[in-house]
């Protein structure tokens, strides 16, 4: 051993250009690789390097010392451990963004649900013996309002039924073929409210002030009032009425019979007459155009 370190050291190289030089090299500490010498100072025994294997997932330990054992490279186990707690805690977020997401989803659902605001009256504009007429009074309506049916429903303790679909243009409600002096339920309601809940009774004699018809020709309406009996001081109101409820025509008059003609426009709609008198509607007529 000593003779190659000396060979080592005395190693020339020629150069027929430049000349010879010598090239020292330093005598490494221990030029056995498979040890590593520690300093004289530390208390440390020299340590073998692991023996390397073909399998990188296992290490074999039949040739290495006790105290090698202990410097195994656990990077490879690291990574698998590293990599499941990663995964374990990206599926965590995974579903903890998930469920904020549809949560955000949810709320956003309810902030834009349709909420109605619409109201409901009735107003009782005729009784007679064998019918009741009544004025719709609706505010705030929408078209989604109408998407579930809302449904006017008379009836009477004798079973008596009747059934009538309110649209957004309905302006009047008419239940004929009644039995007189008769107390009559009428129920205005849909599948998730009540909007009206009244009784009415029928009459027991039949008081005739008047009757009230119309028709149309070309663009022009006429309605015609007939037999309309008045007290001193008394008068009539006609009011034609569209689907909306807006007036289109009125007058006022005292003539037991007259006519009046208005113009109906080309629109196709559904005009309502009524004749009023001391602030009642005593006959009704519709008008289609």
Do not use: W
Request: overall charge negative; proline content about 1%.
């Amino acid at each position: 051993m000593k003779k190659r370190i000396d060979e080592y050291k005395n190693f020339t190289i020629n150069n027929d250009d430049k000349g010879a030089y010598r090239e020292y090299i330093q005598e490494p500490d221990n030029i056995n690789p498979r040890y590593i010498k520690e300093n004289s100072t530390s208390k440390l025994k020299e340590q073998v390097k692991v023996k390397e294997t073909l399998n990188n997932d296992v290490t074999d330990y039949s040739q290495v010392d006790d105290d090698d054992k202990n410097s195994v490279d656990l990077s490879s186990v690291t990574s698998q451990a590293t990599g499941s707690i990663a995964s374990s805690v990206g599926s965590g977020f995974a579903a903890v963004a998930g469920a904020i997401a549809t949560s955000v989803v949810g709320a956003i659902v309810v902030a834009v649900a349709f909420i109605s605001t619409l109201t409901i009256n009735l107003k009782l504009v005729m009784s007679s013996m064998t019918s009741l007429v009544f004025e719709v009074q609706m505010q705030n309506q929408q078209e989604k309002d109408f998407e579930s049916n809302i449904l006017a429903i008379l009836t009477a303790e004798d079973g008596t039924y009747y059934e009538v679909q309110i649209n957004n243009d309905t302006l009047y409600l008419t239940f004929e073929d009644l039995k007189p002096g008769v107390e009559y339920l009428i129920t205005v309601k849909n599948d998730e409210k009540t909007f009206v809940k009244n009784s009415y009774i029928t009459l027991t004699e039949e008081i005739d002030k008047g009757v009230i018809y119309s028709e149309q020709h070309n663009n022009e309406g006429f309605v015609y009032v007939q037999g309309v009996s008045l007290k001193a001081g008394e008068y009539y109101t006609v009011v034609v009425k569209n689907s909306k409820g807006d007036v289109v025509f009125t007058v006022d008059g005292t003539e037991p019979n007259a006519e009046y003609s208005f113009v109906v426009g080309e629109e196709l709609q559904t005009l309502y007459c009524s004749l009023i008198i001391n602030g009642q509607a005593c006959s009704v007529s519709e008008l289609v155009i």
